[in-house]
């Protein structure tokens, strides 16, 4: 079963704008990260963030993270033509599990020139 | 350093035939994962191994679907006899140690059931 959902299901921007998506989550986590995904490819990790960190940066991403509410957001800033691709969260559980990643439905991203 | 590599990249499949597909991760890492990836969806995750130990394989539809990774490096994914349903897109992924939280993720294997 899917944990999480983005919504976003689908974005089209200009390129120069800002991109925001967001992840909503069902169970407690240890960590969330966020992938990418490009047409026809394997997935690439972008960034992780903490149960305990609210906010993380990695160049031209900011990844924000709410516990109480179960949802995150991923921000892309001066987005470019090759950020066009699928943007996954996953959630790793708090308990058990192992390193079991749990996906999300995805947001598709629409960078246009 | 090279990435996760998996081969075919693309199979096409008529319905009840049998198909495997081969993954080799990242070298030294311990921990293996594959995936299916249905159009449109999010990956799932079918077995992850550990060394050559499964750790996890709650969503492997066991009647229809084999993994092993015999000497704890390459992996072969196995369904026989294929449905409908299967088509998708196949990941493997590795990660350092089960612990560890970056999954490196191949290119995948297209699968289409005819």
């Known amino acids: 079963s899917q944990q999480g959902e983005e919504d976003p299901q689908a974005l089209s921007i200009q390129e120069g704008e800002n991109a925001t998506m967001n992840c909503s989550y069902k169970?407690?986590?240890?960590?969330l990260q966020w992938y990418r995904q490009n047409s026809g490819r394997g997935l690439v990790h972008l960034i992780l963030i903490r149960s305990n960190e609210r906010e993380k940066h990695s160049g031209r991403l900011r990844v924000t993270l709410d516990t109480s509410k179960k949802s995150s957001s991923l921000l892309i800033t001066a987005s470019r033509a090759a950020d066009t691709a699928s943007y996954f969260c996953?959630?790793?559980?708090?308990?058990?599990?192992?390193?079991?990643?749990?996906f999300g439905t995805g947001t598709q991203l629409k960078v246009e020139l | 350093e090279a990435g996760v590599a998996q081969s075919p990249r693309y199979k096409i499949i008529e319905k009840r035939q049998s198909v495997a597909f081969w993954c080799n991760p990242i070298?030294?890492?311990?921990?293996l994962y594959w995936y299916q990836q249905i159009l449109g969806q999010g990956p799932k995750l079918l077995i992850q191994f550990q060394n050559n130990g499964v750790v996890d394989d709650s969503q492997l539809p066991k009647d229809r679907f084999s993994a092993e990774r015999l000497k704890g490096v390459d992996s072969t994914l196995k369904i026989q006899p294929a449905k409908l349903e299967d088509s998708a897109v196949y990941l493997c992924a590795s990660s350092l140690r089960q612990g560890g939280d970056t999954q490196y993720f191949g290119p995948g294997t297209r699968l289409t059931v005819l």
């Open positions: 996953a959630t790793r559980p708090s308990t058990g599990g192992g390193n079991k990643l749990t």
């Open positions: 070298s030294g890492h311990a921990t």
């Open positions: 169970t407690s986590i240890n960590n």
